[in-house]
């Protein structure tokens, strides 16, 4: 899960297999939560959201899943491919305003 | 692909040098933003327009300033460049009232 330490957490699992990232947010009044993916040397690409009215979206093999009660984020990847070996991390909005604030993500790697 | 381009990619300079780095979007969206990245945090937001002439700090503006003087271009300026502003500096925009942010590709700065 995510972790504001020196070391991002990582998660390796088997091509073919389901993943699962989890986030903690801090702030109970944000509303908005966006996922997304970053793979080296490059920007973060946005993945999915999901607003606090909703508590599942689904995507092209992307869920994600959110828990108001205890301020938690996660996103499944189904069918984990090599291709989304990249670091994932979420992302909190309040009140559709102006700034984000995320969290230090978890690095996915996909064994072939 | 967000229609963000930042240039120079990547960039070496001495501490106490003037550093410049740009931001151009090619969609007219009227808010952008810059956030730098490090190993153990989140990326943090800087500085963030949501105009022309129209800015606001963030978590991390002291030693930085931007200014936009047209819509597509949102410039960061590092007056005095230190060693902790070695960094990753990303550019985003956001596309509308209740959407993510899109990033650019980053600027790697290094200050000596």
Known sequence: ?112 | DAGITQSPRHKVTETGTPVTLRCHQTENHRYMYWYRQDPGHGLRLIHYSYGVKDTDKGEVSDGYSVSRSKTEDFLLTLESATSSQTSVYFCAIKKGANSPLHFGNGTRLTVT
């Open chain 1, 1 to 112: 899960g995510e972790s504001v330490g020196l070391h991002l957490p990582t998660l390796s699992v088997q091509e073919g297999d389901n993943s699962i990232i989890n986030c903690a947010y801090s702030n109970s009044a944000s509303d908005y939560f966006i996922w997304y993916k970053q793979e080296s040397g490059k920007g973060p690409q946005f993945i999915i959201d999901i607003r606090s009215n909703m508590d599942k979206r689904q995507g092209q093999r992307v869920t994600v899943l959110l828990n108001k009660t205890v301020k938690h984020l996660s996103l499944q990847i189904a069918a984990t491919q090599p291709g989304d070996s990249a670091v994932y991390f979420c992302a909190e909005n309040l009140n559709t305003g102006n700034q984000f604030y995320f969290g230090t993500g978890t690095s996915l790697t996909v064994i072939p």
